[in-house]
């Protein structure tokens, strides 16, 4: 039985992805390349391998959720130096949480994946950067419209690395 390694996230919309970009181009100074923005994503809950049947029964329970849509706000960096990731992280969401919590606390009833982590949101962009980035200009405050979120499937191809949406969840009051 095939296993594919998943995960609850929130992707990112064309203008923010380009906002970023830009930002990293013009305000940065890093060692290592960016991850790819078409990787950009919040995480909500690892999985881990998940085989088939697993997987339908995620998607049946995340398709049950019941959660108004929402906006995240970005304007703040961060830095990791045990495994040397960037990031951008919202500010605190009650709404966010909402939605992280049955995601993760399912994949731990399941024993899927248990995070030893409290949740941290926040959009990865460098990984493995052994001194933290350079900012020369703090990042354009943005905002970030939640309508949906996503089953991934992270997996390699001959380009890199993907995270392609399997299933996608939209919120509605």
Same mark, same amino acid.
């Given at each position: 039985?095939?296993?594919? =390694? $998943?995960?609850?996230?929130?992707?990112?919309?064309?203008?923010?992805?380009?906002?970023?970009?830009?930002?990293?181009?013009? &305000?940065?100074?890093?060692?290592?390349?960016? !991850?790819?923005?078409?990787?950009? +994503?919040?995480?909500?809950?690892?999985?881990?391998? %998940?085989? *088939?049947?697993? !997987?339908?029964?995620?998607?049946?329970?995340?398709? *049950?959720?019941?959660?108004?849509?929402? *906006?995240?706000?970005? &304007?703040? !960096?961060?830095?990791?130096?045990?495994?040397?990731?960037?990031? #951008?992280?919202?500010?605190?969401?009650?709404?966010?949480?909402? #939605?992280?919590?049955?995601? =993760?606390?399912?994949?731990?009833?399941?024993?899927?994946?248990?995070?030893?982590?409290?949740?941290?949101? +926040?959009?990865?962009?460098?990984?493995? +950067?052994?001194?933290?980035?350079? /900012?020369?200009?703090? /990042?354009? @405050?943005?905002? $970030?419209? %939640?309508?949906?979120?996503?089953?991934?499937? &992270?997996?390699?191809?001959?380009?890199?690395? +993907?995270?392609? @949406?399997?299933?996608?969840? *939209?919120?509605?009051?």
């Amino acid at each position: 039985m095939a296993l594919k =390694r $998943l995960f609850f996230g929130i992707g990112l919309d064309t203008q923010s992805k380009s906002r970023i970009t830009q930002w990293l181009n013009q &305000s940065i100074t890093h060692q290592k390349p960016a !991850t790819l923005a078409r990787n950009w +994503h919040i995480t909500l809950a690892f999985l881990g391998q %998940v085989d *088939e049947p697993t !997987t339908e029964a995620l998607i049946q329970f995340a398709g *049950e959720l019941t959660l108004p849509p929402f *906006e995240l706000n970005f &304007s703040q !960096t961060g830095y990791w130096p045990q495994n040397g990731i960037f990031y #951008l992280q919202p500010m605190p969401c009650e709404a966010l949480n909402n #939605l992280a919590a049955p995601l =993760r606390k399912i994949s731990k009833e399941w024993q899927l994946y248990s995070c030893p982590y409290r949740f941290s949101p +926040h959009i990865t962009l460098f990984r493995g +950067h052994k001194r933290e980035p350079q /900012v020369q200009a703090p /990042v354009t @405050p943005f905002t $970030l419209s %939640v309508r949906e979120f996503h089953l991934y499937h &992270s997996h390699a191809l001959e380009d890199g690395l +993907h995270y392609t @949406p399997i299933s996608s969840f *939209e919120l509605s009051a």
